[in-house]
C-alpha cells in the first residue's frame, strides 16, 4: 500500500507571493490533517478535512487555507507569504476522524520564504 | 485548554541506558495519547499509544505510562539503541507536544 506522498517536497518562494501544497493519502482513507513544524515549535495544527469538509481548524491566519477533494486529495494554500511561513508543512492521513487514530505522515513540503 | 507541554526538549543517552521523556496535558476530555518517531528527512510515524482506560503499555523495549489524575503519560524507552536516535512526539487526542530530540551516544 503507498504512503502518503506529497508535492513538491521542496519550495523557494518570496515574500508576498502564494503558494499551493498538494497532499494524497493512503487510499481508503478519507482525513487528512495539516501541520506546520518548526524547531521549537514542534508540530501546530493547521486543519483537518474529512469527506471534503473542514472538521476542525487551528490557530492560523486566514493566509493559510485548504481544500479536500471527492478522492480524498487535499491542498494547503498561503498567500501573502511572510518570512515566518518557512517551515516544514507535513500533511497526515487517517481512515477516520484523526483527532484520536492513528495518522500516518508523508515525508513533508519544506518551503522556504525568502 | 489544549496545550500539551513535553519534556525535555532534548536528552542524552548512554547505549544501553533508559529513555524517559514525559508530557503533560490539560483537557480532561483527551482520550488517545499516541507517541511518534521522526528520523530526519521523513514524517513523524506512529510508535506507540495508550487510552487512558490502562495505566500502561508496553510494546518490546518501549513503555507508555499514563496517570490520569494528573494528566499526564510519558515514554520510557529500555535498552536504548543509537538507531533509537530521533525526535519524538506525544499527542494528546489531536494537539502535539513540541517535541523531544533523543541522542543515544554509543
Known amino acids: 500500500k503507498a504512503g502518503v506522498t506529497q508535492t513538491p517536497r521542496y519550495l523557494i518562494k518570496t515574500r508576498g507571493q502564494q503558494v499551493t501544497l498538494s497532499c494524497s493519502p493512503i487510499?481508503?482513507?478519507?482525513?487528512v490533517s495539516w501541520y506546520q513544524q518548526t524547531p521549537g515549535q514542534g508540530l501546530q495544527f493547521l486543519f483537518e478535512?474529512?469527506?471534503?469538509?473542514?472538521?476542525n481548524k487551528g490557530n492560523f491566519p486566514g493566509r493559510f487555507s485548504g481544500r479536500q477533494f471527492s478522492n480524498s486529495r487535499s491542498e494547503m494554500n498561503v498567500s501573502t507569504l511572510e518570512l515566518g511561513d518557512s517551515a516544514l508543512y507535513l500533511c497526515?492521513?487517517?481512515?477516520?476522524?484523526?483527532?484520536?487514530?492513528?495518522?500516518?505522515f508523508g515525508p513533508g513540503t519544506r518551503l522556504t520564504v525568502l | 485548554q489544549q496545550q500539551v507541554k513535553q519534556s525535555p526538549q532534548s536528552l542524552i543517552v548512554q547505549k544501553g541506558g533508559i529513555s524517559i521523556i514525559n508530557c503533560a496535558y490539560e483537557?480532561?476530555?483527551?482520550?488517545?495519547f499516541p507517541w511518534y518517531q521522526q528520523f530526519p528527512g521523513k514524517g513523524p510515524a506512529l510508535l506507540i499509544a495508550?487510552?487512558?482506560?490502562?495505566s500502561e503499555k508496553k510494546e518490546g523495549r518501549f513503555t507508555i505510562s499514563f496517570n490520569k489524575s494528573a494528566k499526564q503519560f510519558s515514554l520510557h524507552i529500555m535498552d536504548s539503541q543509537p538507531g533509537d536516535s530521533a525526535t519524538y512526539f506525544c499527542?494528546?487526542?489531536?494537539?502535539f507536544g513540541q517535541g523531544t530530540r533523543l541522542t543515544i551516544n554509543p
Open positions: 497526515a492521513s487517517s481512515l477516520v476522524r484523526s483527532r484520536d487514530n492513528e495518522q500516518f
Open positions: 487510499s481508503g482513507h478519507r482525513s
Open positions: 478535512y474529512f469527506s471534503e469538509t473542514q472538521r
Open positions: 483537557n480532561t476530555a483527551f482520550d488517545y
Open positions: 495508550i487510552r487512558p482506560d490502562v
Open positions: 499527542a494528546a487526542t489531536g494537539v
